[in-house]
């Protein structure tokens, strides 16, 4: 029997490679997604999404039952191929393209000559040029143009630019930006994404389309550490920063973020680096950011200290583990690292952590000596000191009531309302200094 040919094949079935496969699969496209983890291709193959994602189970399990999707361990041969692998931090600040090198090695193979390879992986400038040069030197029978007359192989880099939370809106909705290592490739590949994206579709270089991506997590990334400088220095000064940036928001050009708890997640706490590895000497500004943001962790540990400092022994709740609101992504997110420093700096305490979102503890808070997690009414009604870390929906509605009299140490402002105020609640302001 002859070989099955995909029009897609999604190396990778994460919260990018996953949503794009099953995206094309539902305008008719035959998808092969792929994936070396057995447990997630046979979760996908029984139409289910390994992780939180609203709106994705039900475009999968659509996708799965008409037969439009299918998951595999290995790379099958496909007209298009989308690389949606890791790229993450290694040691040293660069990115760790292995998983990158393992794609294009299972893919190599499988070439004819006329396909579009897509790496849609957040890399370092320079990235897509040399995946370009290793393919060829795995299939020195082909080419990158079309000049020497072999089969051609279209590269081009396309990154991913969707807000978790909001994947499956996004996909379709935002504006996509391509950059091909030829003129051809990046048309060819606006011709497959407009299958998808009814955003604009922007034409450009590869490594201009690898800046592009990296340059708007590290515009978050500088902004949320003005934002959070802010916080710490209005607590020096006895302000409330929520009602500042409020009130300098009213300004027709002035839009300042949220302060948090620092920054978490796969992305803004990782692109700027790429930057920042790529021309080191030059970009001091975007380094500073990042330290600010990975320094807040901390901040907020020492205010939960300074807090209890009257009262060893003191339960704490901890509310919030994933690195942001409503998703169970616990990756890089600032509330491991706070759970870890307080269960280092408050060892005659009992902390409680609470996220009606995430299963279990994850490793990294679990090898604290911590056994579970617990319910949120539970958490809070044992505790002292409640500390809100993430804005979950189910914290939003936490009855003022309950707070009555424990301390508090709100980071994301939720519950920094007149009428929580009122419930006269022991405040303790978003940066450094301890209310009581
Ligand atoms: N955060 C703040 N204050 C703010 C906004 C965010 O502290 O005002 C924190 C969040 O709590 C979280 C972190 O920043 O810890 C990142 O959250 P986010 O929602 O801003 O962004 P991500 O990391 O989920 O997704 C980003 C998005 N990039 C931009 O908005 C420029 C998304 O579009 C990218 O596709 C994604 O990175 C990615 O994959 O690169």
Redesign the pocket.
Known sequence: MDETIFDVAVIGLG??GLPTAASFAAKGKHVAGIDVKQATVDAVNRGEVPFVEPDMAVVVSGAVNLGYLVAMTTVPTADAYIIAVPTPLAEGKGADLSYLRSAVEALAPKLRGGELVVLES?SPPGTTERLGAYLMELRPDLSLDATDGHGQVHVVHS???????RIMI?IVT?DRVIGGLTEEGAQLAKRLYEVICQGQILLTDATTAEMT?LV??T???V??AF??ELSIICDKLGIDVWKLIEMANHHPRVNV?????????????V?PWFIVDAVPEHSGLIRTAREV?DSKPYHVVRQAVEALADKPGATVAVLGLA???N?D?VR???SVTIVQELVKQLPASTILVVDPNVEELPAAVAGSGLSRLHGQDEAIAAADLVMLL??HDDFLTVDPASLEGKQIIDT?GIWNQPDVAEASLQHIPVGAGVGG
Do not use: M, Q, W
């Open positions: 919260y990018i957040t990154p991913e630019r969707v807000l978790p939370g996004e935002n991506k708007e997590n515009f978050r990334d902004n949320i934002a959070n973020l949220r302060p948090g708890p620092g920054v978490g997640g796969h992305c803004i706490a692109d943001n690195f942001k609101a998703i992504d890089e997110s600032p993430v804005d994301k």
